[in-house]
């Protein structure tokens, strides 16, 4: 993946998935932290991906992104 690839990946997709993780947290600083989070992750993992549905990769990256925080913050308390 290239830069520009990345760049347009996270132009195509950063608001739907801003959305997706509002849902989930109901918390726009937090949603924004797991976007950013979910990005560096596919930057960082990008020679390795091959992925054919981006909807379906992040979403479920919201999800699990969601689900960690959720048992991180249960296990805290």
Do not use: G
Request: charged share 35%; glycine share 0%.
């Amino acid at each position: 993946m290239t830069a520009q690839t990345f760049e347009k990946l996270y132009r195509d997709y950063s608001k739907k998935l801003f959305r997706i993780c509002l849902l989930f947290t109901r918390d726009e600083e937090l949603a924004a932290e797991m976007i950013q989070d979910i990005f560096c992750s596919i930057w960082e993992r990008r020679a390795e991906l091959d992925v054919q549905e981006w909807d379906a990769y992040l979403y479920r990256s919201a999800k699990l992104k969601y689900y960690n925080y959720y048992r991180n913050r249960i296990s805290e308390e």
